[in-house]
């Protein structure tokens, strides 16, 4: 029998008018004894549901979790030969360099945060508002056919990849030369007075000045209308006896749109609000890398390509690109579990 | 008042259409220049002279595409990711969802944490590159040196994914699985008679996500398929673009043709066969946003 100390262990047997140890407390610290070995047994038993997780754990494991060991070169003595494990520690000096110390790469990579931050930004200003005015567009089209036609012509670039678009885009805007014209938007930008004739002739995607305005642009075309689809689903949602009880009341289109759509839709907007903030500092890089050159990296470098180019090109360069790239992902990490919890609180909506 | 509110509605209806059309137009437009591009005569597309329609018609551009054994490599590596690495990461994503949907999974909260957390936070561009590179020495090790089943095994696999797909295996109702039980069903049967036919829709989403992301796959591909004999389209028409708009490079073309119409016919064939699925995946399309963007 086990010896207890607390009374709050033994229980009073009448019977037998004795103090006997609580058979539950027994059970209690026997499941805490073999908490393993019952953990094991349960596992056992239902073998074949532990066994469906094995391949998603390993992809994971190997292909997800393993690069994050390969971070460990933040902070260690590049070397070319030895793996990270048996690298020297450098301590913060790769961070400090590229903070605080004030040479060309440092002053690069505050261009690159500083492009990462305002590309993404940009975005949410000027791309977040068009879905949701399209999808009050949609819902003005009363006919069903004639609405799909619109949406699926509207969809239709987000099916296009990254490379056929920035493609598109590229000839659209490219460099005149002696045997060929410049592209056709730059002309009709120029015959429009938009640009001048030199900057049109150069090319678009050459000069920096113009780069935002193409990421955003083409940004906007390739995924407003799919964006828009959560909006309109909102919108469509809405009673149609609400529109009619402010008819009733004497309400305009504006008045509607205020007082009968905008409260109906405003969980979603702010949902949709929060994940924008909250990926602020993720920034499609394929697109950067497609569309960007030597020319235009004021504007368009972000961290990801800076990574990348130093990174990439050369191993000596690898802790201290992947310290760049680490640290811009850390801010998006804590970017994206605030907003999170701020949706969750705001909307008892969690994104995950 | 009845007509004041009838001017309101009016105008607002007269702003929708004619934006959205201009919207749809200009969604549309790039696609129908990049045909008549593709098809039209040398002079016509170096000086401009398209604005909607082809002129001087000539199919040599997509011949030239037609008669290059590169191209066809192309497409045939793109379809081989795209089916290989659809199939792969949907077993994998529908077997983990699988036991994630379940209550009585034992670390169930640690294993949600294990995968949302590679959402929350990535390695990054170099640490990754430094993995596959591994991988791919590990890979050549086991004797599989195309590098295209590592394009297939270690990429493309989304943690989102797999949570769209456990929130619809969570939404089956258990006494469907309870009877099925009591039949003598194992859990695979379970999964396979139950499961999966009763969330079709979601998988149908969730492989559509999987292909497109494979068949636009272009970064990682490029990376680390080094044997141009392998690479997919998508990295077939990048560096097409980077020869052909060189204008240096392109000063002695002589050909019926403009070098821009290579670039236009290469993008109008990898979109035709998009355009053909399109409206049937359209409405899985359309369905993923809805089932993806608010859970819970």
């Given amino acids: 029998m086990k010896k207890t100390l607390a009374g709050d262990f033994l229980v009073y047997d009448k019977s037998s008018k004795t103090y006997r140890a609580d058979p539950e407390q027994l059970v209690r610290d026997d499941v805490e004894k073999h908490y393993w070995r019952n953990v094991l047994r349960t596992m056992a038993k239902d073998w074949r549901l532990y066994l469906m997780l094995v391949p998603m754990i390993l992809v994971f494991l190997f292909w997800r979790y393993f690069p994050m060991y390969e971070l460990l070169r933040c902070f260690k003595v590049a070397d070319e030969v030895k793996p990270v494990s048996e690298q020297f520690f450098s301590g913060f000096s790769y961070f400090k360099r590229l903070l605080v110390s004030g040479d060309g790469l440092s002053t690069e990579f505050w261009r690159a945060l500083r492009n990462t931050f305002l590309l993404s930004f940009y975005g949410l200003v000027f791309g977040f508002p068009v879905p949701v005015i399209l999808a009050l567009f949609f819902n003005e089209i009363k006919s069903d056919i004639l609405r799909s036609a619109y949406q699926v012509l509207t969809y239709l670039p987000k099916f296009i990849s990254t490379v056929v678009m920035t493609s598109l885009v590229t000839m659209l805007v490219k460099q005149g030369s002696l045997t060929s014209n410049m592209g056709i938007l730059s002309q009709v930008l120029y015959s429009m007075g938009l640009i001048g004739h030199e900057v049109a002739y150069a090319g678009l995607l050459n000069n920096p000045d113009f780069f935002r305005a193409i990421y955003q642009i083409s940004g906007i075309w390739e995924t407003a209308g799919y964006d828009s689809i959560v909006f309109f689903a909102a919108i469509i949602a809405i009673s149609p006896t609400s529109y009619e009880a402010a008819q009733i009341d004497g309400a305009n289109k504006m008045a509607q749109m205020k007082y009968v759509v905008l409260p109906s839709i405003l969980s979603t907007l702010v949902i949709m609000l929060i994940t924008r903030i909250g990926s602020l500092l993720q920034v499609g890089y394929e697109k950067v890398l497609l569309l960007y050159n030597t020319n235009t990296y004021v504007t368009a470098d972000v961290v990801s390509t800076f990574a990348q180019r130093y990174g990439l090109g050369s191993s000596s360069a690898q802790g201290l690109a992947s310290a760049a790239e680490m640290m811009s992902n850390v801010i998006s990490m804590l970017l994206v579990i605030g907003a999170n919890t701020i949706s969750r609180k705001a909307s008892d909506v969690s994104l995950y | ?296």
């Fill in chain 2, 1 to 296: 008042m009845k007509r004041k509110l009838e001017i309101s509605e009016l105008i607002f209806k007269i702003i929708s259409y004619t934006l959205l059309t201009m919207f749809a137009l200009c969604c549309l437009y790039p696609f129908i220049y990049a045909i008549s591009g593709a098809i039209s005569g040398r002079h016509a597309v170096d000086y401009s002279e398209i604005v909607l329609f082809p002129k001087d018609i000539q199919f040599e551009a997509f011949s030239r595409m037609f008669n290059d054994n590169m191209f066809w490599n192309a497409y045939t590596n793109t379809l081989f990711l795209t089916v290989y690495g659809t199939v792969w990461a949907l077993g994998v994503s529908i077997l983990g969802a699988y036991a994630l949907s379940k209550k009585r999974l034992l670390f169930r909260r640690f294993f949600n944490f294990f995968l949302v957390f590679t959402m929350w936070f990535s390695a990054g561009i170099v640490p990754q590159y430094l993995n596959y590179l591994d991988t791919q020495e590990v890979f050549n090790a086991m004797g599989i040196t195309d590098d295209k089943w590592l394009v297939v095994i270690a990429m493309g696999m989304a943690a989102m994914n797999i949570i769209l797909l456990r929130n619809a295996f969570e939404g089956v109702p258990s006494d469907i699985e309870e009877a099925a039980i009591v039949d003598g069903a194992t859990e695979f049967q379970v999964l396979s008679k139950v499961y999966i036919p009763m969330s079709k829709s979601t998988i149908a989403t969730v492989a559509l996500f999987f292909a497109i992301s494979r068949w636009n796959g272009y970064f990682w591909a490029r990376q680390m398929i080094s044997n141009s004999n392998e690479h997919p389209l998508q990295v077939f028409i990048r560096l097409k673009l980077e020869e052909y708009t060189d204008p240096e490079a392109m000063a002695g073309w002589n050909e019926i043709y403009s070098s821009d119409s290579i670039i236009y016919a290469l993008i109008v064939c990898s979109i035709v066969p998009i355009l053909i699925i399109y409206p049937f995946i359209q409405k899985y399309f359309a369905k993923g946003v809805n089932v993806g963007g608010v859970k819970e």
